[in-house]
């Protein structure tokens, strides 16, 4: 494979020596911008090799350099070694931007100052800072309506062409011509006549309708204009069977050619357009020949607010996910002291006993099942090179989720598989302290995830320790398992946290080449109270699965966070118990006895 590599960017470098090209950069996005993308628009993972969801690879005529987060700081070291590619850490200090490492790069070494990245997989914003970036960092230039793997990738995967289905009403709880209707209002409030949708969750809850495309996101590749009067749907017509065709009709929409999206914009027939520079690709956003109104999409912030069918399709899912949880937990413990489990085997054998639960449809996202020093990376996804064999010492983490049709789940255990050393029990509870005292806290509406951030990492930070991935994202309704507007992290995130959103709670910590921990639930916002001072929310748990008591230091926690969590056990068990058998039924009620405070 490293090989290969290399010889991708021997190839692409014929390429952009006869395109004059002194550096060409491959985002992670596609045309939607996208988390996760089609097969089709991988093109940062097919030129470096690495294959995490998030990273920027750039490469010039004489180096190559790819940008990460924190969350594959290991595994990018891994999958780079033996590769031109550096590892560049993003927002750790000394790392270079891309801009000022390609004004490294090419201040001394090549005649052009031309830069190439394929505007179609990159949202204006980013193009529109990376201009100014590459200007101020050399006088070096963009060009952007250049593609590199149109002649490169010989064998590229074709766009998705899987069937479109509905949402049905019952889990969907609005219809689509309603949401239109909505969608129109909060357009005329910012003075807008209509907008183009491309982010392909936003048009499948707007339509009510989901797809295939997207390997654990039910989405499908389209997009959708919105004016005063008219929505149009560009998506292949292959995807669209009669009946989905006429129940569009039925809703007031048309359809037409993936492909004519920007015949439709060159054609769009109103005033102004509203377009969110943080979504549409910039070869896009230059079609448009009307005034552009420049704002933040609505339907993000109506898609996060669950109505009260999406809130029972949740719990209704969590239900089914609990009992696969539950069945599975009570078999891993005796499965690896018999011997022959691994990491590979226990993701399959979680994986089956979801599969055989109500509406399952499809995992939610990569299963993480991470021992020991594997769980120190934070997204570790074991392959048959790397494939850990389970011991009845440790701790296993596992990071999982599901598809319902009525709702999606994510859910992150860490289980104790035998003896733990003090430090890992230490770690774990630190851990448990900060995802407690999260779900203890009560908040003003409209607070931002931010300013509850520090709650969840208040223990550990007085020990030394962090974590630099969020705390908390929202989660669609049997839609991707990320959502936002609204998250909890550090870094400054201004969207309000409302009565209705789903968000997960999953602090961690991680220490490399020894272990990790992580423990998440996904919590409901709900009301608290209401005083002369506002309105106040708080957070109940929708996840339903016991917390591993084993690993837990009792002289650590707090009688209030022991409150909190015999409470939860309560919870858990009053709802799960009645749909287990005898066996399930005793582990269950072992696993979630009310732990006592230390003497």
Not at 81 to 109: C, H, N, Y
Not at 470 to 485: A, D, K
Not at 510 to 537: H, M, S
Request: proline fraction near 5%; hydrophobic fraction near 40%.
């Amino acid at each position: 494979m490293k090989e290969t590599i290399n010889q991708r960017l021997a190839a692409l470098r014929e390429v952009m020596r006869r395109e004059h090209l002194a550096a060409f950069i491959f985002p992670s996005t596609d045309p939607h911008n996208g988390e996760y993308v089609p097969d089709h628009w991988k093109g940062r993972e097919w030129i470096s090799g690495f294959d995490g969801s998030a990273g920027t690879a750039v490469v010039t005529m004489s180096g190559a350099a790819l940008w990460t987060d924190s969350r594959y700081f290991i595994a990018a070291a891994q999958q780079l070694e033996g590769t031109e590619f550096v590892l560049m850490k993003e927002r750790v200090e000394g790392t270079p931007t891309i801009a000022q490492w390609l004004g490294e790069e090419l201040s001394d070494k090549s005649d052009s100052k031309e830069v190439g990245i394929d505007g179609m997989t990159c949202s204006y914003n980013m193009v529109a800072m990376l201009v100014e970036d590459l200007r101020r960092a050399g006088g070096l230039t963009l060009r952007t309506n250049f593609d590199p793997l149109a002649q490169l990738w010989a064998a590229r995967p074709p766009i998705p062409q899987n069937r479109i289905e509905t949402q049905p009403l019952e889990f969907a709880g609005e219809r689509a011509h309603d949401k239109l209707g909505r969608i129109r209002r909060a357009l005329r409030e910012k003075h807008a006549d209509g907008m183009l949708v491309a982010a392909l969750d936003d048009i499948a809850w707007t339509l009510n309708l989901r797809g295939n495309d997207v390997h654990c996101n039910p989405v499908f590749v389209s997009y959708l204009l919105i004016s005063t009067s008219k929505a149009i749907l560009y998506v292949d017509k292959e995807k669209l069977t009669p009946e989905i065709q006429a129940y569009l009709n039925g809703e007031g929409v048309e359809t037409d050619d993936y492909e004519n999206v920007r015949k439709g914009l060159v054609d769009y027939f109103e005033y102004n357009i509203l377009l969110d520079p943080n979504e549409i690709n910039y070869t896009l956003f230059k079609t448009v020949e009307r005034k552009i109104v420049c704002e933040n999409s609505p339907v993000p912030g109506m898609k996060s607010v669950k109505n009260t069918a999406e809130i029972e399709g949740f719990k209704a899912a969590m239900l089914q996910d609990g009992i696969a949880m539950t069945q599975f937990l009570t078999w891993l413990k005796p499965a690896v002291e018999k011997g022959g489990e691994t990491e590979l085997s226990v993701d399959r054998k979680l994986t089956e006993l979801r599969r055989a639960r109500r509406l399952f449809r499809d995992i939610s996202f990569d299963t993480i099942a991470a021992y020991q020093e594997h769980g120190a990376i934070v997204h570790y996804e074991a392959t048959q090179a790397t494939d850990a064999p389970l011991r009845p010492e440790g701790l296993l983490l596992i990071d999982s989720g599901a598809q319902y049709q009525n709702g999606t789940t994510d859910i992150t255990r860490t289980i104790a598989l035998g003896p733990l050393t003090d430090e890992q029990r230490r770690v774990y509870t630190l851990v448990l302290k900060g995802h407690i005292q999260l779900q203890l806290l009560k908040f003003p509406n409209g607070a931002s995830g931010t300013q509850l951030d520090a709650l969840a990492r208040k223990d550990m930070w007085a020990e030394g320790y962090n974590y630099f991935h969020g705390t908390g994202h929202g989660v669609g309704s049997y839609l991707n398992v990320h959502e936002g507007p609204h998250q909890i992290r550090m870094e400054y995130r201004p969207a309000p946290l409302r009565q209705g959103m789903t968000v997960t709670d999953e602090p961690g910590i991680y220490l490399e080449g020894r272990f990790g921990v992580r423990i998440e639930n996904t919590l409901l916002i709900v009301p608290y109270k209401t005083t002369e001072f506002g309105e106040f929310l708080q957070f109940e748990p929708l996840t339903l699965c016991p917390i591993d008591t084993a690993p837990v230091d009792v002289k650590m926690m707090t009688s209030e966070e022991l409150r909190w969590l015999n409470s939860y056990h309560k919870q858990v068990y009053d709802t799960l118990a009645p749909h287990l058998d005898d066996e399930e039924r005793l582990w269950l009620q072992e696993a979630t006895n009310p732990i006592a405070a230390s003497e």
